[in-house]
Nanobody, 126 residues
Framework: QVQLVESGGGLVQAGGSLRLSCAAS????????MGWFRQAPGKEREFVAA????????YYADSVKGRFTIFRDNAKNTVYLQMNSLKPEDTAVYYC???????????????????WGQGTQVTVSS
């Protein structure tokens, strides 16, 4: 199973940018679609973005479409989330996750993921 470690979170002003990274260890990273989710205080975890194992297909939540970009470097076993035009409502703990099914299409349901990182905090001030 793939082990995941997120990094890159921090405090940023509204309108600013951050890039999150998720480094994977273990075999098979390049075989799995990857996703980013987030959980704000008092709210359920929600889908943010997902990317196919090949990197050729992506899928975004409506709330981040046009502002966030997910991409991956399979040679480095890393998936990224570039976040631009950040808003206070983007404040959350961000998690990366690996899908259960190898070579699957990017999906938005937590059920489809079985490997999770520990999360990285993103705080956007107004």
């Amino acid at each position: 199973q793939v082990q995941l470690v997120e990094s890159g979170g921090g405090l940023v002003q509204a309108g600013g940018s951050l890039r999150l990274s998720c480094a994977a260890s273990g075999r098979g990273f390049s075989n799995y679609a990857m996703g980013w989710f987030r959980q704000a205080p008092g709210k359920e975890r929600e889908f943010v973005a997902a990317i196919a194992w090949s990197g050729k297909s992506t899928y975004y939540a409506d709330s981040v479409k046009g502002r966030f970009t997910i991409f991956r470097d399979n040679a480095k076993n890393t998936v990224y989330l570039q976040m631009n035009s950040l808003k206070p409502e983007d404040t959350a703990v961000y998690y990366c996750a690996a899908q259960r099914e190898a070579f699957g299409i990017p999906r938005s349901l937590e059920y489809d993921y079985n490997g999770w990182g520990q999360g990285t905090q993103v705080t956007v001030s107004s």
